[in-house]
């Protein structure tokens, strides 16, 4: 191997290089695979913004939005049910039970319980 990276240095670089990126990537998305399946159907609190929520309970962000009547994140900042009870005035716990309310329906809606 020394020979090889002496004579073709370069080529010897890359292949290092492209075999970092690919142990990274794969390990990134193991993490993310490990990290979403143990995290299904997490009970809704606070701190989670609505797209977490639509992973966790395997439903498009975007509609439950939508049907809740929540504000779409600006500029790729999602809001936390926090902040969108803040900004609307309301205790936390009324904007909590209208996401978990639009995740029955549409879990009802696909015939999943949920």
């Given at each position: 191997m020394i020979g090889l990276a002496r004579r073709h240095p370069i080529l010897v670089f890359a292949f290092v290089l492209a075999l970092a990126a690919s142990l990274f990537l794969a390990g990134r998305i193991a993490y993310r695979a490990?990290?979403?399946t143990q995290h299904r159907n997490v009970?809704?609190?606070p701190w989670m913004t609505m797209g977490y929520v639509g992973r966790s309970w395997g439903l498009d962000p975007r509609e439950m939005d939508q049907r809740a009547g929540l504000p779409v994140p600006e500029k790729g900042k999602p809001f936390t049910l926090e902040q969108?009870?803040?900004d609307r005035?309301?205790?936390?716990?009324d904007?909590?039970?209208l996401v978990e309310q639009t995740?029955?329906?549409m879990q009802a809606e696909r015939g999943k319980a949920p």
């Open positions: 490990v990290y979403w009970a809704v609190e969108i009870a803040r005035g309301v205790p936390v716990s904007v909590i039970s995740i029955a329906e």
